[in-house]
């Protein structure tokens, strides 16, 4: 690998330390090199602070003292991210860059947002385009959000080896092993929302928190809880309105939830169906969700697969038969309707504790 691209890595690798806390904004890292030793580093914590630039440039500045201003005129600078050239919750960084002199720029990924780096600051050479991929990977949910309108959306199903979801009493917990529930748990905490349909909530009565990921709790934010309620057959005492978390409902008609403490009735053009299409948009607008994990049903999952509304699929499959009267994952009727077999694009396999985990990409 020659050295521009490990100092992108670099700056990759440092974008990653805020994964955890960036949302909505996008995770950036930012490395400054001199004669391509590393001079500063720096990272966006939360929306609100310092870009991974400035706090890379304020790097340089505590690191090289009264040495830096020389230093930093015949640097270069690698951030995955385009730089942002606009005021938002903080000044341009485009300006500093310009102000500092700094020589030459390498970033990643276009950003549709900016007006154009380069247009706007023509003395300044720059390069784009470096491990573009990795960086559309790494803030896939920040881009989808951007660039579609609405999150990235992850469907995770625990199945056991016969495509069985749940019992036929409808139980379906326990599918899969305690190392793949605490791998669960953990994508919550990297998720913005979770999604969930009402069958799951009257069969589980799932909280749909994120307890026992082994990541610290006070080093990240619960996901906001999301349900689709159609019918308004939810009646408030279900654990998914436990209490320091809030959730939003998606309702067709006047709710007996409205007035109850931190539950939110989202307020969509009222159509009888609530078309998934715009729950998500609505999500991505008004609540500036990057990253969507959907927990639910075949009944949820098999309609948002036929509306193209899932990016990717997560299943954890754990040796178990459920037998045949299972309710199936795989008796999904999409095949059937508009969209013909649906392939899936392998991402990922992981072995966790005794199961299986896929990371599937539907190619619709
Ligand atoms: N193994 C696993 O990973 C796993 C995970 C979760 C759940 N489960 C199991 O799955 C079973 C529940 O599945 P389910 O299929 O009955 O329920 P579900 O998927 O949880 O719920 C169906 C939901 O989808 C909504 N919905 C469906 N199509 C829609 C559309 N086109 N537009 C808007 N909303 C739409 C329904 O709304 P309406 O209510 O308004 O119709 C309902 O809220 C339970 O037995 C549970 O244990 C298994």
């Known amino acids: 690998m020659n050295s521009k691209k490990e100092h992108m890595l670099e700056a990759l690798e440092l974008a990653k330390r805020g ?5 909505p904004n996008p995770m950036v890292g930012c490395v400054i090199t001199h004669n391509n030793e590393v001079i500063g580093r720096g990272w966006h914590e939360r929306s609100g602070e310092n870009h991974a630039e400035i706090n890379a440039i304020e790097d340089v500045l505590s690191n090289l003292g009264n040495k830096s201003k020389e230093a930093l005129k015949e640097s270069e600078l690698f951030v995955n991210l385009e730089p ?3 005021f938002g919750k903080t000044p341009p960084c485009a300006d500093s860059i310009s102000e500092y002199g700094i020589r030459k720029v390498y970033f990643g990924n ?3 947002a900016q007006q154009g780096f ?3 600051l023509p003395g300044i050479e720059v390069e784009s385009g470096l491990l573009e991929e990795e960086g559309r990977k790494l803030n896939k949910g920040f881009f989808s959000r951007i660039e579609k309108g609405r999150p990235y959306i992850s469907c995770k199903v625990a199945s056991a080896l016969d495509g069985g979801i749940a019992l036929p009493s409808g139980e379906s917990k326990w599918i899969t092993s305690s190392d793949s529930r605490k791998d669960v748990h953990k994508i919550r905490a990297y998720s913005d929302a979770i999604l969930t349909g009402t069958g799951t909530i009257q069969k589980d009565n799932p909280q749909l928190t994120s307890r026992d990921s082994g990541l610290d709790e ?3 934010k619960q996901p906001l809880r999301v349900v689709v309620d159609r019918n308004n057959v939810l009646t ?3 654990n998914i309105f436990s209490s320091g978390t809030q959730t939003i409902l998606f309702i067709n008609q006047e709710s007996q939830l409205k007035d109850k403490e931190n539950v939110e009735i989202a307020k969509l053009n009222a159509t009888p169906n609530l078309p998934l299409e715009e729950v998500v948009r609505y ?3 008004e609540k500036l969700i990057n990253n969507l994990m959907v927990e639910a049903g075949s009944g949820l999952i098999n309609s948002l697969l036929l509306e193209r509304l899932v990016d990717e699929l997560i299943l954890y499959r754990g040796p178990k038969l459920l037998g045949e009267n299972r309710q199936s994952f795989v008796n999904l009727d999409v095949a059937a309707e508009k969209l013909g077999t649906i392939d ?3 991402e990922d396999i992981e072995e966790i504790g005794e199961d299986i985990k896929y990371s599937l990409l539907p190619k619709y």
């Open 218 to 220: 006070g080093s990240y």
């Open 19 to 23: 994964s955890l806390t960036t949302s």
């Open 344 to 346: 899936l694009e392998i």
């Open 236 to 238: 408030g005492k279900e």
């Open 84 to 86: 942002c050239t606009t």
């Open 283 to 285: 999500l991505a607008e």
């Open 110 to 112: 276009e950003d549709k």
């Open 118 to 120: 380069s247009k706007l």
